[in-house]
């Protein structure tokens, strides 16, 4: 007798799996190579949550499939160990972030386990280990080491840049720079060595300069824009400034163009690839200056719409332009610096979306460059420093926003473009005539465009641009889990790079992760560390959590090599990742940087292709309910929030959403969800960052666990309650280890596939499990008797049962090609209920079936191979193939109808005219005693449809 009994089943084939190395890969095979690859995950101390194997399944399902199609299948997982939230519990509880990252990510290989997957975790990497990061360390050296040559379109050593400045100095060097200045090749010489260092991070990979960042005090650390909600930290919730700070920088707007082109040789999600399009954002317009009255400087603009320069009546700068200060007037000076003030508190994606009017004008006035009219010059946050040229020309009459800010300022507005002809152009569409234009009035845009920056160009105020929205890249962080940065600083304050022989710069112990003084890392409160000689001192920042996350691929081609980031033989037989699964919110930090990192190490002559990924896959997101309390937003520090029944909907701009563990929640994921005292004592315990803040609620005002203004039965904060990511950030995660335990890793595995199309998001919602969890039972029924004994047949399968597994095969074939993996399901489905039907238990069915159940279904599908008498693992054997033979219907089913009623049934060869059906069916054995005693009057035939015998 023998049971479906999960799991011991799942523990037997874990333990099989391990101890055979079923799924060990190797660099050298004869069979050709495929290279699935998962985006890894950051082992959070929460654990995998149902929503992370939704990517891993699908691709695990992919691998499988390919594994058994005659593939070297290389499918690996690790960690992206490295980053602020281990930090900040670090902060919260004393435990390093080492030893809580190691418990972590334990934990989630113990889970991932669990699941079936078929990872070769001989080549698991995890960015946080010396060993790994000595390589990340090594890029960054690389990076350093090289400037971009536009005319040979590649990275070359920065060795050549400067031989080249000592011939010819720097007039018309093929190099991409934000240097302006030219200097000769005698002016080169001369400078000192500080001077010439300076230069050179105008046109190194990896640079430092002075920039404007998203700086949180509390966390002491710069923030990526992803990381701040609704203007303040996404951790804590603590106010976020905007700050200029030293910091480094890599130069990806070199290759914005590489970057550009190259999505058209790679096969991934077209909403996906206009993301990365937007991002980088080419567009070409012309450069303008214009004279600003009473200094001897001008003012650089950038316009895709020179066209309409008449239409210019103001000019905007970004709060953060250098030439505000010296613009400002005695009498503007106050309302100015209230103004940066109130900018530094915001986000630049605040900022951006903000509907609300804002601006100063700075009482100075550029000159119009072809009327001389005076222009007044504001400031406003509408304008971000690091797009353009950070100041804009304003024509109100043909943008939203200039139209607005001139409508509250009471500037003109002149027309200068007529869409009369064109009444279903907007303001965006570049047609019409122009108008109130001087030398362009009665052109075409498409005319005036060109002849406009031709008048420029003779007149020496402007020229034709090719621009990028993309900016380069911040890579500091002042945070302590993070890679060192390799770089050394002499008393000159010039940076080297670290001997390569002293890789890696290893993290040093501390038990002190709070940031030192000024906005510098942890580690500049280490002495002994940050002296790396008597003459040099140690760079203290250490890098972005992207960083170990930009080339991990290429690793898991060759782990654990002691002498390169991967072996020239690795890489030259992996090439590149040929499936990548993953969320589209990396598209634009995550694969950029690695396709920027690849790029560079495909010109330093290091991998073999010029992109990561050939093709990807965006899964969708697992949703759950999200429950928030409103943050009342401020620069004082003070935390204040509101029960959101007290918040009107205008004012809630002026709060920030804090995610609330749901647990806490009563009546979570309903209208009137809320905290009550219990909640609010659970809550202010479990997130100390809010232990003293003040809750403002219907029924009393709650802090440090003592109820004022009412009593503890009455007070209540309503949350508000959303559908959205189920996400850890967001503590509303459901842990898959309970689902394994009540149905199975085969059934959870199923299940998560059969919820929809892989790229759709969809609520998580149990209620269909059990049809699943069914499904698999009907499977083990097909190889058992009643009593649980095997039950098997060498019989040979008829027409029919070929056929119903022929065309499950045929099925899954074609829709895993598409990775809709959920229809695969329902066909074998299909195909379980008709071999059910058919008492089907004939080994020639069952083991073709077994093999195509494996990859969805990998612990069952061991269990029942063995069952079958097989060996080795199901895993390691061949897909089964559809073949055609068995899919041609070389029968008809006949209904036989007495005087129009059915009677009977029979099957009759398709070749048959309706002469052989009529003969054929009046001998058919099922209508015999129909016809008995009776005389035919008639025969009807439908050929493919009836047979109907008109009798008396």
């Known amino acids: 007798m023998i ?31 495929y290279y699935v690859l998962d985006m890894f995950p950051y082992p959070s101390g929460a654990g995998l949550h149902v929503g992370h194997p939704l990517g891993y399944i699908a691709s695990d399902i992919y691998a499988r499939q390919k594994r ?342 009471n500037i003109p507005i002149i027309e200068v473009v007529d869409r009369s002809e064109y009444p279903d152009a907007s303001r965006e569409d570049k047609v019409g005539k122009m108008i109130n234009s001087s030398i362009i009035n009665g052109m075409e845009v498409r005319e005036a465009i060109p002849f406009i920056i031709e008048q420029l160009e003779q007149r020496g105020i402007g020229h034709l641009k090719v621009n990028y929205r993309l900016r380069d890249a911040n890579f500091s962080r002042q945070r302590y889990w993070g890679e060192p940065i390799p770089i050394i600083y002499d008393k000159n304050n010039i940076p080297r790079t670290v001997p390569l022989d002293e890789l890696p710069v290893e993290l040093p112990d501390t038990d002190d992760f709070r940031p030192a003084t000024n906005g510098r890392s942890p580690l500049a409160k280490l002495d002994d560390w940050v002296q790396y000689d008597k003459n040099h001192t140690r760079e203290t920042d250490t890098m972005p959590a992207v960083a170990g996350s930009s080339w991990y691929y290429l690793r898991y081609m060759d782990p654990h090599n002691e002498n390169a980031l991967a072996s020239p033989e690795a890489i030259a037989y992996w090439q590149n990742v040929d499936l990548y699964v993953g969320g589209a919110e990396h598209a634009v930090a995550h694969l950029m940087y690695a396709r920027f990192m690849h790029m560079t190490l495909h010109d330093l002559d290091y991998v073999p292709t010029s992109e990561p990924f050939e093709k990807l896959i965006n899964q969708g997101k697992i949703q759950g309910t999200i429950e928030s309390i409103l943050l009342k937003k401020n620069t004082t520090g003070t935390q204040e929030f509101y029960s959101a029944d007290l918040v009107e909907e205008d004012q809630l701009d002026q709060y920030a959403k804090i995610p609330v563990l749901v647990d806490f929640v009563s009546d979570y994921g309903q209208e009137n969800s809320y905290l009550s005292k219990k909640g609010l004592d659970q809550y202010t315990d479990w997130a100390p960052d809010f232990k003293n803040a003040t809750f403002y609620g219907t029924g009393g005002t709650y802090q440090n666990g003592q109820v004022t203004d009412g009593d503890e039965e009455s007070v209540v904060i309503r949350t508000i309650s959303e559908q959205g990511k189920m996400s850890k950030s967001k503590y509303n995660v459901i842990n898959p280890d309970d689902i394994i335990s009540q149905y199975g890793a085969d059934c959870f595995r199923m299940y998560e596939m059969f919820l929809g199309p892989i790229e759709q998001d969809k609520p998580w919602d149990t209620n269909g499990i059990e049809g699943v969890f069914k499904f698999i039972r009907r499977i083990w029924s097909l190889f058992t008797d009643e009593a649980d004994h095997i039950s098997l047949s060498t019989d040979e399968p008829s027409k029919a049962e070929w056929k119903i597994l022929h065309t499950a095969i045929k099925k899954v074939e074609e829709d895993s090609a598409r990775f809709s993996f959920n229809t695969c399901i329902s066909a074998m489905m299909v195909a379980v209920n008709d071999l059910k039907k058919a008492r089907c238990n004939k080994v020639q069915i069952l083991n073709p079936l077994t093999r195509l159940i494996a990859p969805f279904a990998p612990f069952l599908a061991e269990e029942l191979w063995e069952m079958l008498g097989e060996s080795p693992s199901v895993h390691q054997a061949k897909m089964p193939v559809s073949e055609e033979k068995y899919l041609v219907d070389d029968e008809v089913e006949y209904p036989l109808c007495i005087n129009g009623k059915k009677r009977a049934t029979a099957y009759f060869d398709t070749g048959l005219d309706k002469k052989e059906l009529e003969e054929a069916a009046l001998h058919a054995p099922e209508l015999q005693k129909w016809l008995e005693g009776k005389s035919v009057v008639k025969v009807i035939v439908v050929p493919g449809r009836m047979i109907n015998f008109v009798v008396k």
């Open 68 to 409: 058994m199609s005659g593939y070297n299948v290389l499918h690996p997982i690790g960690f992206d160990s490295f980053g602020l939230p281990a930090e900040q519990y670090a902060l919260q509880t004393g435990i390093h972030p080492a030893i809580s990252t190691k418990n972590n990510m334990e934990r989630y290989r113990e889970q991932l386990s669990n699941l079936g997957f078929s990872f070769d975790w001989n080549r698991q990497v995890a960015t946080s280990v010396p060993e790994y990061y000595r390589w990340t360390q090594w890029l960054f050296i690389k990076l350093f080491s090289h400037y971009y040559d536009t005319g040979q379109e590649k990275a070359r050593p920065i060795d050549e840049l400067i031989q080249y400045f000592s011939q010819q100095g720097n007039e018309n060097c093929s190099a991409h720079t934000d240097y302006e200045s030219t200097f000769t090749a005698k002016e080169w010489k001369a400078f000192d060595e500080k001077t010439k260092s300076d230069i050179l991070m105008h046109y190194r990979l990896a640079y430092l300069k002075t920039g404007y960042v998203n700086w949180c005090e509390e966390l002491g650390t710069v923030l990526a824009n992803d990381q701040i909600k609704d203007g303040v930290s996404e951790r804590g919730g603590y106010p976020v400034v905007r700050k200029a700070m030293t910091q480094w920088y890599l130069r990806i707007t070199a290759y914005a163009d590489r970057l550009l082109q190259g999505l058209n040789d790679i096969d991934w999600p077209q909403p996906l690839k206009t993301m990365q399009e937007n991002w980088i954002g080419k567009s070409t317009g012309a450069t303008i200056y214009f004279e600003l009255i009473g200094s001897d400087k001008s003012l650089e603009i950038y316009t895709t719409r020179p066209d309409t320069l008449f239409g210019a009546t103001f000019m905007v700068l970004a709060p953060e332009h250098e030439y505000v200060s010296s613009l400002t007037t005695a009498e503007q000076n106050k309302e100015v610096g209230e103004y940066i003030e109130y900018v530094n508190s915001r986000s630049d994606i605040e900022r951006m979306a903000e509907k609300k009017v804002t601006g100063v004008f700075t009482g100075s006035y550029a000159r119009h460059p072809f009327s001389g009219e005076k222009i007044p010059v504001y400031i406003s946050e509408y304008v971000l420093v690091d797009y353009g040229t950070g100041a804009i020309m304003a024509v109100p009459a043909d943008d939203e926003r200039d139209h607005a800010f001139a409508t509250k300022y």
């Open 3 to 33: 049971h479906l009994d999960f799991d011991s089943i799942e523990s037997k084939w874990k333990t099989y799996w391990e101890e055979n190395n079923i799924y060990t890969v190797s660099n050298d095979s004869s069979r050709p190579k």
